[in-house]
T-cell receptor
Framework: AQSVTQPDIHITVSEGASLELRCNYS??????LFWYVQSPGQGLQLLLK??????LVQGIKGFEAEFKRSQSSFNLRKPSVHWSDAAEYFC??????????FGAGTILRVKS | GAGVSQTPSNKVTEKGKYVELRCDPI?????LYWYRQSLGQGPEFLIY????????DSGLPNDRFFAVRPEGSVSTLKIQRTERGDSAVYLC????????????FGPGTRLTVT
């Protein structure tokens, strides 16, 4: 069965610092991988996705993620965090990208 | 254009009652998904429609949960004999229906069973 692990429940970074959110997945084949962001009172918004090809994918809001098959990881990164990035971030894996399995999420706090 | 809408935004009901949650997908999206998000957890898949038919209902927890999409657009999630453990945010998403298409999520319905 597919599963997603986000090891960090909370992360706090200073504004302007770099960010890396970890995601490990379990899936038998090459998965469809996604990162979503959820701000308070708002719906989930897709940041980026990976299906095949270049293992470094660029997303919106300056985010990127790297697929590493050997480590079963799909970590999210941003070189310089802004206060508006404070939110909860979810990694998800899907068979054909339909039935998504989400991780438990990582809450990002940004300190000024 | 309009995004995915869900009504009501909040629903409080008593244990044992019946509830219906509605989802209006983005116009033209053939695929529609229901997820449930409990406090402190990520969304959990419930059911997926392609057109009018349920393509995958493997996430429905038991036979108290049922969903329909009779005309291939609006969907209703129905919960019978509600239990306190059903309290959660119910999320709806829609997509164009091709493999790997982005799922656009609605704001959710917060269900509280007292």
């Amino acid at each position: 069965a597919q599963s997603v692990t986000q090891p960090d429940i909370h992360i706090t970074v200073s504004e302007g610092a770099s960010l890396e959110l970890r995601c490990n997945y379990s899936y038998g084949a090459t998965p469809y991988l996604f990162w979503y962001v959820q701000s308070p009172g708002q719906g989930l918004q897709l940041l980026l996705k990976y299906f095949s090809g270049d293992t470094l994918v660029q997303g919106i809001k300056g985010f990127e993620a790297e697929f590493k098959r050997s480590q079963s990881s799909f970590n999210l990164r941003k070189p310089s965090v802004h206060w508006s990035d404070a939110a909860e971030y979810f990694c998800a894996v899907g068979e054909y990208g339909n039935k998504l399995v989400f991780g438990a999420g990582t809450i990002l706090r940004v300190k000024s | 254009g309009a995004g995915v809408s869900q009504t009501p935004s909040n629903k409080v009901t008593e244990k044992g009652k019946y509830v219906e949650l509605r989802c209006d997908p983005i116009s033209g999206h053939t695929a529609l998904y229901w997820y449930r998000q409990s406090l402190g957890q990520g969304p959990e898949f419930l059911i997926y429609f392609q057109g009018t038919g349920a393509a995958d209902d493997s996430g429905l927890p038991n036979d108290r949960f049922f969903a329909v999409r009779p005309e291939g657009s609006v969907s209703t999630l129905k919960i019978q004999r509600t239990e306190r453990g059903d309290s959660a945010v119910y999320l709806c998403a829609s997509s164009l229906g091709l493999a790997g298409d982005e799922q656009y999520f609605g704001p959710g319905t917060r269900l509280t069973v007292t």
